[in-house]
């Protein structure tokens, strides 16, 4: 059967060319022309590859199975893009970049074809972003707000909660009808194991498609996986669903892509790094957005690894110049005790703010300016034995907002509970002493609304007001 639909793309006149040299994984063809970046070629073993590379007589071709290629070997093109499954049976669904079931379950029928590698729609086909995603996580929401169809970056050094922080997300979504698309690149797999198990546990996993490659895939998976991943929240996207994609890391979709180029002879670049790696994830990131046609999003956040917490070295640069804003995690901040460990200082929202109402930003504003005075008087602290009343109240409100915001990687709360929290902790008496883990659970029990503070001013002040006195003391 092969042998006919093999024989059937030649008759029909596709490029064919010949093998002359096998470096796994990239195959080297000569002929195969006309043929362009990006095409599906079949082998005459049955094995399928992607056009890497067109050079003057010979074509470089990635090897996307485990099949032996010896030398001689004929090659076709078989389409002139490559294209992955896609469609609501992925959903809930553990699969690799090729549509590979990897959660045990039956195998899964997809509703159509989209191709892997696609342009970003134009500008024209777009609107302005202006609805907050809610991640569940306090200082995030609060200080550096994402806005559906945004693109921003999480970054910093390994196990400063980067993935803890993108599980939240993915489980904040759960009562909204989004869909959540979540790649893991090379990941082990014991941590893809632990991600799935606790999407599973919180319900999270029946509105989100998980694309997993092990750091023991073959290369070929792990670069193909972002694209693939995209082309599948695009689905979800362009028919009428806010989506959003999470890429846990593009660090190592960039070492991937750099092994392959170095095999591939590409002249390596600063750290190694091949010079088209900004395009790479430039023209994956600029895929995201908001369409004019639906007015529907596709919000993409990748995860990015910055070794000893340099945020300077050359691929946190590029994607911080691609993304439109950046929540950077500290090493210092973990140390100290605080979670999320995310640094206020160095972290920012650059389209944030339109979603937010008045109230949140007057908040926002306010706990910025208490958390510079809060450094600021720490500082004194350090020198001086007697301080102003002012500095001691700059450390008491700076301690009060820093356990406001403190969470552990399994808390969630609504934007209306964190501005409840907040206007709490910034109204009460600093001359006493505020319960903030009551506080928490009791603003969690409360049927609170997100405009309930511009609906109803009256009795939102009158609820903080009731949760001050039930929740502060003599200090």
């Known amino acids: 059967m092969f042998d006919k639909y093999f024989q059937e793309l030649i008759d029909k006149g596709q490029p064919t060319g010949k093998v002359v040299a096998v470096n796994d994984p990239l195959i080297r063809v000569r002929g195969l022309a006309p043929v362009g970046i990006n095409a599906l070629v079949l082998f005459d073993n049955g094995m399928r590859g992607l056009v890497r590379e067109v050079a003057q007589g010979e074509v470089i071709i990635l090897s996307l199975g485990s099949q032996q290629i010896s030398l001689g070997s004929i090659a076709v093109q078989e389409n002139e893009h490559l294209t992955v499954g896609v469609g609501k049976s992925l959903l809930g669904r553990v699969i690799s970049p090729l549509i590979r079931v990897l959660d045990g379950g039956k195998p899964i029928n997809v509703e159509t074809y989209n191709p892997v590698f696609r342009d970003a729609p134009p500008l024209s086909n777009r609107q302005t972003l202006d609805e907050q995603l809610e991640t569940g996580v306090t200082i995030v929401d609060t200080l550096f707000p994402i806005v559906l169809g945004q693109r921003i970056a999480f970054l910093g050094d390994s196990k400063t909660g980067k993935t803890s922080l993108l599980m939240q997300t993915i489980e904040s979504q759960v009562k909204t009808g989004r869909v959540v698309v979540y790649v893991m690149i090379a990941k082990r797999p014991g941590e893809i194991r632990e991600a799935i198990e606790r999407l599973r546990k919180s319900g999270a996993l029946k509105h989100t498609v998980v694309v997993a490659t092990s750091a023991f895939d073959s290369l070929a998976e792990s670069f193909l996986a972002p694209y693939a991943a995209c082309a599948i929240a695009e689905h979800f996207w362009y028919n009428g669903t806010d989506t959003i994609i999470l890429y846990d890391d593009l660090a190592a979709h960039a070492q991937v892509h750099r092994e392959i180029s170095l095999l591939a002879d590409a002249n390596p670049g600063r750290e190694s790094y091949p010079g088209d790696v900004f395009y790479r994830h430039s023209s994956l990131l600029e895929r995201a957005g908001k369409l004019a046609s639906n007015s529907k999003t596709l919000t993409a956040i990748p995860a990015v690894l910055a070794p000893g917490n340099d945020v300077t070295a050359y691929l946190p640069t590029n994607i911080i110049s691609i993304t439109d804003g950046q929540i950077i995690f500290d090493t210092k901040v973990f140390r100290e005790g605080m979670r999320p460990a995310i640094s206020t200082g160095l972290s920012v929202s650059r389209?944030?703010?339109?979603?937010?109402?008045?109230?949140?930003?007057?908040?926002?504003?306010?706990?910025?300016?208490?958390?510079?005075?809060y450094q600021d008087a720490k500082e004194f602290a350090r020198f001086a034995s007697e301080m102003a009343i002012d500095a001691q109240n700059n450390l008491v409100l700076g301690d009060r907002i820093h356990e406001a915001f403190r969470q552990s990687n399994f808390d969630l709360y609504s934007l209306a509970v964190q501005q409840l929290i907040l206007d709490v902790a910034l109204q009460a008496d600093l001359k006493q002493k505020l319960n903030m883990a009551d506080l928490k659970q009791w603003a969690l029990k409360q049927n609170l609304e997100l405009d309930l503070p511009q609906k109803d001013s009256t009795a939102y002040n009158e609820l903080v007001q009731q949760a001050i006195s039930r929740h502060i003391g003599q200090g």
Do not use: E
């Not at 109402?357 to 208490?370: E, L, Y």
């Open 351 to 373: 389209v944030g703010g339109r979603a937010q109402t008045p109230h949140q930003k007057n908040i926002a504003t306010r706990v910025f300016q208490i958390l510079n005075n």
